[in-house]
DNA sequence: AAGATTTAGTTGACGTGTCACGCTAACACA
DNA sequence: TGTGTTAGCGTGACACGTCAACTAAATCTT
């Protein structure tokens, strides 16, 4: 067990294909929304988040889990994009410790701007180019890994706690 | 064309848990290497370039293409990596512009001490869970999408420019 | 050989992300 | 009622990563 050359030279560009394929494909993501709607993509993934929200707010806690995200992260996040104006900070009534964070106007314009364009990217670049044979080893594979990984919170997020009238079906 | 809802919930699904998993695999892997060699997954893809290189050196520009990184990157990767003591910056003798980077001791014990417990966790967490048939389909894709993106260095990278006799054949 | 251009590499500013720590409010319970 | 514990969030320091601007050496041009 455990020679280093265990793992053969086919399974290492395998390795080297879907490790640097998903950080180019996120980078052209980024790139893209950047460009047209000039929000990062972790801009937009929070942004849609509270989209999808009742009244365009969570809490910065549920807003960490509906990402997956840290709380120290969100707190970040959000104090990067309040100062942009895209979001905002609001005390909470019934819990002095909580606030909520709300999505502004502006933000909302900016949302539903970079949606249609960042929907096309996503499937030319990513859904566009499989098979649904393919889709589904990929699924598969893709959710055996964070079952894998998934100690503490990788297992939980299948989208529970939906709200609002269909909002744009977004994900990424 | 370009309803948002074009997109299945499915098709959702499977972005999420690949873009999610990846994210956390690669967030996996860096918090084992950091808690066996003190080192990030950045720093032990460098000082591996290194490794392989004939005297455990290269130039800059050829790290930056090696790692598929921006010579900026680089620059500023090396410039903590040397005040940590893990490499060093030599001047070019032939090119007065150019820099030679070198792999320390130190950073070479680091690596090698990293190596065999980088491999078993991504083999572990990765080559493992895919039988033979899931990893022709996902290096397919993986490949259909660098290509695709493919632009500029997208397209580049399979490994040329090896020396040295057989050291850890790694990859990550 | 003078001047323009290209190449190698660095730097500073800034957004992203984690970790350790700290603070206050809520809560449990003696 | 006081006291210890936990929950909700923020902050500062620092690593990672990109972009635009920069320096200086090499190279090309005429």
Same mark, same amino acid.
């Given at each position: 067990?455990?020679? +280093?050359?265990?793992?053969? &030279?086919?399974?290492?560009?395998?390795?080297?294909?879907?490790?640097?394929?998903?950080?180019?494909?996120?980078?052209? /993501?980024?790139? #893209?929304?950047?460009?047209?709607? %000039? $929000?990062?993509?972790?801009?937009?993934?929070? =942004?849609?988040?509270?989209?999808?929200?009742?009244?365009?707010?969570? #809490?910065?806690?549920?807003?960490?889990?509906?990402?997956?995200?840290? !709380?120290?992260? *969100?707190?970040?996040?959000?104090?990067? =994009?309040?100062?942009?104006?895209?979001? &905002?900070?609001?005390?909470?009534?019934?819990?002095?410790? %909580?606030?909520? *964070? +709300?999505?502004?106007?502006?933000?909302?314009?900016? /949302? /539903?701007?970079?949606?249609?364009?960042?929907?096309?990217? $996503?499937?030319?670049?990513?859904?566009? /180019?499989?098979?649904?044979?393919? !889709?589904?080893?990929?699924?598969? *594979?893709?959710?055996?890994?964070?079952?894998?990984?998934?100690?503490?919170?990788?297992? *939980?997020?299948?989208?529970?706690?939906?709200?609002?009238?269909?909002?744009? !079906?977004?994900?990424?």
């Amino acid at each position: 067990m455990s020679t +280093v050359s265990e793992v053969s &030279e086919q399974d290492w560009e395998l390795w080297r294909d879907y490790f640097r394929g998903g950080r180019e494909l996120v980078a052209a /993501l980024d790139k #893209r929304l950047q460009g047209d709607a %000039g $929000i990062s993509h972790p801009e937009y993934l929070l =942004m849609l988040s509270l989209w999808e929200a009742a009244e365009h707010s969570l #809490r910065t806690g549920e807003l960490a889990e509906e990402l997956s995200w840290e !709380k120290s992260r *969100v707190s970040h996040q959000v104090a990067r =994009m309040e100062a942009r104006g895209l979001v &905002e900070r609001r005390e909470c009534e019934t819990d002095a410790r %909580g606030v909520w *964070v +709300v999505l502004t106007a502006d933000g909302s314009r900016l /949302l /539903l701007r970079a949606t249609r364009d960042h929907t096309d990217a $996503i499937r030319a670049w990513f859904f566009d /180019l499989m098979s649904d044979d393919e !889709k589904r080893v990929l699924g598969a *594979v893709a959710q055996r890994m964070r079952e894998n990984l998934g100690t503490v919170c990788a297992s *939980v997020p299948l989208r529970r706690r939906r709200s609002q009238a269909t909002p744009p !079906k977004v994900c990424a």
